[in-house]
């Protein structure tokens, strides 16, 4: 009688999740998904990759590359050859270098544990930095301290570095951008804040 009554239950809730289309249906189907990202999905993604923010939303335009996607690297590097020439860092630095091409505005990016003896030149890292969202840049330079590594980061697509990505300490250090998987995908969530931006921030990315 109790098995009986589990596999009635059991019929009644994948019914209910997947193949009613009353609003009540509706109403379950996203209700449940929800619960499960937050609670399930997302707890066991941030125990495969080592950090408590494995997928990442890009929310600006600092890591752009011109097209993104289909970019083109030797032309972008023509162009940004002084400003990395600068910093000792070489074409050939940048090339061996994860997601050489950047990522946009909107991409979504897998984040995996950011270890400071394993992090190099050419990094793209995730920190805080007392700002609303995280800062995600590219590391151009690494200090050895008695307290720890100190990393310097600077974005692709900015002219220079912000006043607070000089001296990022371990502490700081969220994760390490891996991968773009879903190029534009956070533009589903990005759409609905694009009007709290200040005019020159909205939108798509160009480059400077």
């Known amino acids: 009688m109790k098995k ?4 009635g239950f059991l019929q009644k809730f994948w019914f209910l999740l997947w193949k009613d289309d009353s609003l009540k249906g509706w109403l379950f189907s996203i209700i449940f998904l929800f619960v499960f990202i937050k609670f399930i999905f997302f707890p066991v993604l941030g125990l495969a990759t080592g950090t408590s923010l494995p997928l990442a939303i890009v929310e600006s335009c600092s890591m752009y590359h011109d097209n993104n996607i289909f970019s ?5 590097w023509t162009r940004h050859d002084v400003k990395y020439g600068a910093i000792s860092i070489t074409k050939e630095d940048f090339e061996q270098s994860p997601l050489q091409n950047g990522f946009g505005k909107g ?6 544990k950011a270890n400071p003896e394993k992090l190099k030149v050419g990094d793209i890292i995730i920190f805080t930095a007392g700002t609303q969202n995280p800062i995600i840049h590219r590391i151009i330079k690494i200090n050895e301290t008695p307290t720890g ?5 600077e974005g692709d697509n900015n002219n220079g570095q912000l006043s607070f990505e000089d001296r990022i300490t371990e502490n700081q250090l969220i994760g390490k951008a891996t991968l773009r998987i879903v190029p534009y995908g956070g533009w589903i969530k990005l759409i609905f804040y694009e009007f709290q931006k ?11």
């Open 198 to 208: 200040p005019e020159n921030e909205r939108g798509f990315c160009d480059e400077n």
């Open 72 to 76: 083109n690297f030797d032309s972008w």
């Open 107 to 112: 991409d979504i990016l897998l984040v995996t």
């Open 149 to 153: 590594k100190i990393f310097s980061t």
């Open 4 to 7: 009986g009554g589990e596999k």
